[in-house]
């Protein structure tokens, strides 16, 4: 079984400053991806990041970068200089199976301070 | 780009009562899913399907009937619906591993 661990349920940052959202992961599968979600207050679940367990390099999306410890099992997501539109619960997730479903946390609530 | 879609978006319904929520993804994509996001809580699975004709169950199934005749159409149906089936449902696909998994917007489901 999968299971996602997000300690935080919430955070503040300034905006403009950068702010690491913290996921660690326990699989026993060789092979899985992680991903992080972005869930606004509208509802809706935008995709941000993925990280393959074989990826080599750290996963980059534009101000979002996915800092990948695999020895530690941890996944942190980092946001580099915070928005206001960043205000949002973000979730990670890790995928595996054969069918790819995703495993959630229960998800940081973060808020960006003007 | 319709991507992926869900419908009804809101709904009301009685205990008792028979719901299907659908979905409907462009992409022909072969792996679609639901899940289930209780207030304050991260998503559960309820199922799954790898390809047209084949479906499993998820992490909380109980209660609920998916099909899968075509690629592109994952109905959910709750045969009976109860109050601890109010929650927000969304549906999702993928086209396999390594690969973006993206969400329909989801439907409010409240019962009464």
């Known amino acids: 079984a999968q299971k996602i661990t997000q300690t935080q349920p919430g955070m503040f940052v300034q905006e403009k400053e950068a702010v690491t959202l913290d996921c660690t992961y326990d699989?026993?599968?060789?092979?899985?991806?992680l991903f992080w979600y972005k869930q606004p207050s509208s509802g809706e679940m935008i995709f941000l990041i993925y990280?393959?367990?074989?990826?080599?390099q750290n996963a980059t999306e534009g101000r979002y970068s996915l800092n990948f410890q695999k020895a530690r099992k941890s996944a942190n997501l980092v946001i580099s200089a915070s928005q206001l539109g960043d205000s949002a619960m973000y979730f990670c997730a890790i995928e595996s199976g054969s069918a790819r479903q995703l495993t959630f946390g229960s998800g940081t609530q973060l808020t960006v301070l003007p | 780009d319709a991507g992926i879609t869900q419908s009804p978006r809101y709904k009301i319904t009685e205990t008792g009562r028979q719901v299907t929520l659908m979905c409907h993804q462009t992409?022909?994509?072969?792996?679609m899913f639901w899940y289930r996001q209780d207030l304050g809580h991260g998503l559960r699975l309820i199922y799954y399907?790898?390809?047209?004709?084949?479906?499993d169950k998820g992490e909380v199934p109980d209660g609920y009937v998916v099909s899968r005749s075509k690629t592109e159409n994952f109905p959910l149906t709750l045969e009976s619906a109860t109050r601890s089936q109010t929650s927000v449902y969304f549906c999702a696909s993928t086209s396999g591993y390594g690969n973006t998994i993206y969400f329909g917007e989801g439907s409010w489901l409240t019962v009464v």
């Open positions: 699989t026993s599968d060789p092979s899985y991806g």
């Open positions: 399907s790898a390809a047209a004709d084949i479906t």
């Open positions: 990280q393959g367990s074989y990826d080599q």
């Open positions: 992409w022909s994509h072969s792996y």
